[in-house]
């Protein structure tokens, strides 16, 4: 059964901090991995996209790294700001079909407190 | 900033009403998806369509209905509104293969669904 696991389910981290956040996916044929991150209230938005062959991307102040060994990836967030509070949210997508099917984590709700 | 958009953003309903929660996009992509999402739960896809006059049910089922008339246009229906209904609904559209875009896919803010 294809599925994706995040952890922790929720995080609380000082202002500055750095937090890591981690995913474990049992989707296959793997195509790519996204982190999406979620506003309350709001859509996902695309933080990064990895396929097989990356093993390491970045956008500012996040980092998601992947394993497809494995089946690991994370995402690092340094230096942590208050409008980094939301849900954080793993997506694998397989190959097995031209719709490029997702499958979503339930998500980490980060808390940054001041 | 993605070009996709969702209204109401809010809709309290009583049951048995008849509901449209409407979603357009100006980006021009074939593909567009309708999920549900609970609180603190994964999304669900429970429509998805590859363009005019092409629906298809997801991986939840629903007692929504969808239509695809307009390219930028995917409407979702419920005819009989329950309190079992109540979520947040999510559409997303993406762009077609061969981009090189890994069918990126974009969200609407959500409507956030309550029925009494």
């Known amino acids: 059964k294809n599925q994706v696991e995040q952890s922790p389910q929720s995080l609380i981290i000082l202002e500055g901090k750095n937090c890591t956040l981690q995913c474990n996916y049992t989707v296959s044929p793997f195509s790519n991995l996204r982190w999406y991150k979620q506003d309350t209230g709001r859509g996902p938005v695309s933080l990064t996209i990895?396929?097989?062959?990356?093993n390491t991307k970045s956008n500012g102040r996040y980092t998601a790294t992947l394993d497809a060994d494995t089946k690991q990836s994370s995402l690092h967030i340094t230096a942590s700001q208050l409008s980094d509070s939301a849900s954080y949210i793993c997506?694998?997508?397989?190959?097995?079909?031209?719709?490029?099917?997702?499958?979503f984590g339930r998500g980490t709700q980060l808390t940054v407190w001041p | 900033e993605a070009d996709i958009y969702q209204t109401p953003r809010y809709l309290v309903i009583g049951t048995g009403k008849k509901i449209t929660l409407e979603c357009s996009q100006t980006?021009?992509?074939?593909?567009m998806y309708w999920y549900q999402q609970d609180p603190g739960m994964e999304l669900h896809l429970i429509h998805y369509?590859?363009?005019?006059?092409?629906?298809e049910k997801g991986d939840l089922s629903s007692e929504s209905t969808v239509s695809r008339i307009r390219t930028e246009h995917f409407p979702l229906t419920l005819e009989s509104a329950r309190p079992s209904h109540t979520s947040q609904y999510l559409c997303a559209s993406s762009e077609p293969y061969g981009t090189g875009r890994l069918y990126e896919q974009y969200f609407g803010p959500g409507t956030r669904l309550t029925v009494t």
């Open positions: 369509s590859y363009g005019v006059n092409s629906t």
């Open positions: 997506v694998v997508s397989d190959r097995g079909s031209t719709l490029g099917r997702l499958y």
């Open positions: 990895m396929t097989f062959s990356e």
């Open positions: 980006m021009g992509h074939d593909k």
